[in-house]
């Protein structure tokens, strides 16, 4: 174990020791004893439980110098139900420690289930939270928890208020849409303001609410922002980004350089829009809106949903994170014991043109890279196949770059590309497909023979004057099993290929390729189940299956080590057990 490893360990027993709680090994051995032919698609530094179900991601937090993540948990089963907030921690973002559930779903308010919410740090420091519980009679209301000892850093216990719920679906608002709320911010005038997520006749809205004291809230009767082109919209985030594009911005942060980002989770996938929000009106206008023609900003192209972000005051940035669904049925998720990932956390910014959000990993998730593999002005022939060894290919950090000589031969393919679909564009020409400059890219998770692979890959067309950069992530070959879903994912990045370079950046860890192009300007994350690319017996290649050549600028490949997670419970509970 390197020093820095054996410091974090060091660290974190003495303050869970202090805090009466000791390490429980029962599950985590049990995964960890099980062999890779067993859990072939267990990650290695993406965040999950030892087991059962998870989903959301719900109010991370930076706290007395430790994150906070909680998050949608079953704690009897791989499938949804019986929802509670489980919470872990960590000093850095990628070693977690697993601690008793923040809130369990045992009250009226919330019998049945503790669904999604937010933190909120109130002045001098103090946490609450704000979660949606569903209700006795299974009607959405959002409730309210405070920690029980606010100079315990890790926050291990949590008190419902005896106000429950503090926001009920009345004057005619749908109980089974009214869910999710935000982080809260502070208006000019000292009020607290919150989104809840809802529907009305069919169309997503984001309700605001306003209150002096957390307890009583009272709804405007405009919402923030609503659509007809959506449906109901899934954990609203709602939050400031600086135009200077250096750091993150504090939720509460009134300063002018700002532009405001909304994010809605619907159709499977988080859509956000940007615009000016007013904090003496509440009026918030847009500079395109959701399903605009022309306009299709998500965070990630791919599997990424109910996203939830925060602002981390230790580094000044914001922070995000997302729950990546399975892309297996429910039985093959109940056979392994286990159900859905985190992603790994991403910095956001808004881009130099302000006309879209980039994003990055967390630079934390470095100091697990390991052994390196560097090539530098690399010509790769159009046709040409590239095998890169030297890294554990099955848990890995790829950074690759491409130099584009010849491309004025890009297929004159689309007339304008606002009007087509990258996802189709990206099924229509996989991997495989022959064209012009492109498709050139990796392939990960691929087995020897090549019959499983997952490619990501680049793929550039003319219109008019200007070149599009297509990216996708084509799962089509990902596995020889039946089951699993195999879409290939596509997006257009706002890059000039004529004068940069065309990067690309994957983080490969057993079933999930979360990969970022463009420098962070667009991503995609894929979840794969290959039979034969496990472990040891998956490789890494670069490509090019263009006509014409193109060279790889510079490549670095990295294994990854395992990160830390391990479980921690209160002794007390331990020893009644
Ligand atoms: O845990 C509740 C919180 O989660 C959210 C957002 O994820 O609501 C999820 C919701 O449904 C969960 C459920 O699946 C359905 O919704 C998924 C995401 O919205 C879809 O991807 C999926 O295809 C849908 O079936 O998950 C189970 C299996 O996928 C299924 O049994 C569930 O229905 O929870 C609500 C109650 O079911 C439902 O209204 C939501 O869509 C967030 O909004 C909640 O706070």
Redesign the pocket.
Same mark, same amino acid.
């Given at each position: 174990m390197k020093i820095k490893s054996v410091i974090w360990v060091v660290d974190f027993c003495i303050l869970l020791l202090f805090n009466g709680i000791q390490f429980s090994h029962g599950d985590d051995r049990k995964l960890q004893s099980a062999s890779s032919e067993q859990q072939p698609y267990r990650t290695a530094y993406h965040f999950q439980p030892p087991k059962n179900w998870m /989903? @959301?991601p719900n109010g991370p937090m930076y706290y007395k110098g430790i994150y906070h993540l909680f998050y !949608?948990y079953n704690p009897y089963a791989a499938? +949804?139900g019986n929802?509670s907030w489980a919470h872990s921690i960590s000093y850095d973002l990628v070693n977690w420690i697993h601690l008793d559930h923040a809130l369990n779903p045992e009250d009226p308010s919330d019998i049945n289930?503790c +669904?999604?919410g937010s933190t909120t740090l109130l002045p001098g420091e103090k946490p609450v939270i704000l979660y949606?519980g569903s209700d006795t009679k299974n009607q959405q209301v959002q409730n309210l928890a405070v920690p029980k000892n606010l100079s315990d850093p890790l926050l291990m216990e949590w008190v419902k208020s005896s106000h429950n719920p503090v926001m009920a679906p009345i004057d005619g608002l749908d109980p089974d849409n009214f869910? @999710?709320p935000t982080t809260a911010w502070q208006g000019p005038d000292g009020l607290w303001r919150v989104l809840i997520g809802n529907q009305m006749n069919g169309h997503g809205r984001a309700l605001l609410y306003r209150s002096k004291d957390f307890v009583t809230w009272s709804r405007s009767m405009v919402p923030l922002h609503s659509s007809n082109k959506t449906g109901m919209w899934?954990?609203p985030d709602f939050y400031p980004v600086a135009i200077d594009g250096k750091y993150g911005v504090e939720t509460s942060s009134m300063d002018e350089v700002t532009k405001h980002v909304l994010k809605a989770?619907f159709n /499977?996938h988080d859509y956000y829009i940007l615009g000016n929000y007013t904090p003496t009106t509440d009026e918030f206008s847009v500079d395109t809106d959701f399903m605009d023609s022309g306009s299709d900003l998500r965070y990630d192209y791919g599997q990424f949903?109910?996203s939830k972000s925060f602002f981390d005051s230790s580094k000044k940035r914001r922070i995000l994170w997302s +729950?990546i !669904?399975e892309s297996e049925n429910a039985t093959d998720d109940i056979k392994k014991g286990w159900s859905g990932l985190q992603s790994i956390p991403r910095t956001i910014l808004l881009s130099e043109s302000g006309k879209q959000l980039i994003q990055w990993p967390v630079e934390e998730i470095e100091q697990l890279r390991a052994e390196n593999v560097s090539l530098q002005s690399k010509e790769l022939k159009g046709g040409s196949l590239l095998e890169v060894s030297g890294i554990t290919a099955s848990q890995a950090d790829i950074e690759v770059s491409f130099d584009l000589s010849n491309i004025n031969e890009a297929e004159p393919e689309l007339m304008d590309p606002s009007w087509i679909d990258p996802q189709i564009l990206c099924s229509q020409k996989p991997a495989s497909f022959r064209g012009n400059v492109g498709p050139f890219g990796i392939l990960v998770l691929a087995s020897k023979d090549l019959t499983e692979r997952t490619a990501i890959f680049f793929h550039i067309f003319r219109s008019h004057d200007k070149y599009v950069v297509l990216m996708c992530s084509d799962k089509s070959r990902s596995s020889l099993r039946e089951g699993p879903n195999k879409v290939s994912y596509g997006a257009f990045i706002d890059i000039d290929p004529q004068i940069e370079k065309i990067s690309l950046r994957s983080l490969i860890d057993h079933s999930i390729v979360e990969s970022f192009g463009g420098e962070g300007k667009a991503c995609i994350t894929a979840r794969v189940y290959p039979m034969l690319a496990i472990d040891k017996q998956a490789y890494l290649y670069a490509f090019n299956n263009g006509k014409f050549d193109v060279t790889i600028a510079s490549l670095n490949a990295w294994s990854m080590k395992k990160a830390h997670i391990a479980s921690a419970s209160r002794r007390r509970k331990l020893h009644l057990n």
């Open positions: /989903n @959301d !949608q499938v +949804w929802i289930g +669904w999604s949606t869910r @999710d899934e954990c989770s /499977n949903y109910a +729950w !669904q």
